[in-house]
């Protein structure tokens, strides 16, 4: 197995920084259910549920997303509630919903309330640090070994001013005589105030080591990891 972290990230809106975060790769144990923010857990929770809908439910988190759900104000919005097939709790406030043995949901609580929930998408999370999704910015040929991507960000737009706050920290890279496992790893600048936040695509680079060939692309930033083939 190769491994290789590229350290020079071109972007068309920013120039990230040029770190060296060695070990990155292989290393973290943390996961969140969304880019930019949710609770950090530890990414064995991505392994399958530790409760049964029935278990869950004789436990303090399980009677509180009852109450709110089945019969309380979230009935309404308790089809995704309902059809989940397991749970874990990862804290006192922290619960997982679990579907195939995936995490689907999360929801955060404050003693018998729920404060807030939604879908969860695991992605990779390290001290400060975000994985993005990511995808070529072209159609990348088998002779390829350097591939041009787009990254997940976003941006804070102030009337006519748009301010970009992800920075591509690293790309890290993976290959095998398989597959080709790439993270985009992101930060988020700090900002102040109020602004209407949008999402934009950051160009960035990954480098490999040997051609591409017919090796399998897989972003590796999200638990598991998933084949990437589109452009965008």
């Known amino acids: 197995m190769i491994r290789r972290l590229l350290l020079a990230v071109v972007a ?3 120039i990230a920084s040029g770190c060296s975060f060695l070990g990155t790769l292989g290393a973290e144990e943390a996961v969140s259910c969304s880019y930019g923010g949710g609770s950090p857990f530890s990414k064995t929770y991505t392994d399958g549920p530790e409760l049964t809908p029935d278990e869950f439910r004789e436990t ?3 009677r509180t997303l009852d109450a709110f759900f089945v019969g309380g104000y979230g009935e309404v919005e308790a089809g995704p509630y309902a059809d989940l097939d397991g749970f874990s709790i990862v804290s006192n406030s922290y619960v997982l919903g679990y579907r195939d043995g995936i995490p ?5 609580l404050k003693g018998d309330d729920i404060q807030q929930w939604g879908g969860c998408n695991p992605v990779l999370v390290y001290g400060n640090r975000t994985a993005a999704r990511w995808y070529p910015a072209i ?3 088998a002779t390829a070994t350097v591939l041009p991507i787009r990254v997940e960000g976003g941006a804070c737009v102030e009337g006519s001013e748009t301010r970009i706050i992800t920075e591509v920290v690293s790309i890290d890279v ?6 080709v496992e790439i993270i985009a790893w992101t930060r988020e600048k700090r900002f102040t105030g109020m602004c209407t936040g949008i999402g934009l695509d950051i160009d960035a680079e990954a480098e490999l080591v040997s051609p591409l060939g017919i090796r399998v692309l897989l972003d590796a930033g999200l638990v598991p990891p998933i084949p990437v083939t589109e452009t965008r």
């Open 60 to 62: 303090p988190q399980g």
């Open 104 to 108: 689907i949901m999360d929801y955060t």
């Open 174 to 179: 993976v290959e095998t005589e398989e597959t």
């Open 12 to 14: 068309t809106s920013l």
């Open 139 to 141: 159609p990348i040929g």
